[in-house]
């Protein structure tokens, strides 16, 4: 069996834009050689920020209608 150590992390959180060939440059706190793991997320566009929520909300509610469920709810 392994045996699973856990370390305590910093997070720091960086905006950037990408630049032409993909580029991303950043300036980070680290002493030069320190090994560092980077997650590399892409941000929705702002008109996109609440395009699930939207959905959700206007989703059918139709599922919910279901005589087996409701009377499993009436009778709990």
């Known amino acids: 069996m392994d045996i ?3 370390q305590s992390v910093s997070a720091i959180k960086y905006e ?3 630049q032409e ?3 991303i440059e950043l300036s980070v706190p680290f002493a ?3 090994r560092v793991v980077i997650f590399v997320l892409q941000t929705q566009e702002e008109n996109d920020m609440f ?3 939207t959905h959700a ?3 059918s ?3 919910w209608d279901n005589p087996f469920d409701d009377e499993d709810w009436n009778n709990a």
């Open 4 to 6: 699973i150590t856990s």
């Open 16 to 18: 950037a834009t990408v």
């Open 21 to 23: 060939n993909g580029r």
């Open 32 to 34: 030069p050689g320190k």
């Open 51 to 53: 395009a699930d929520l």
């Open 57 to 59: 909300a206007t989703s």
């Open 61 to 63: 509610t139709t599922f």
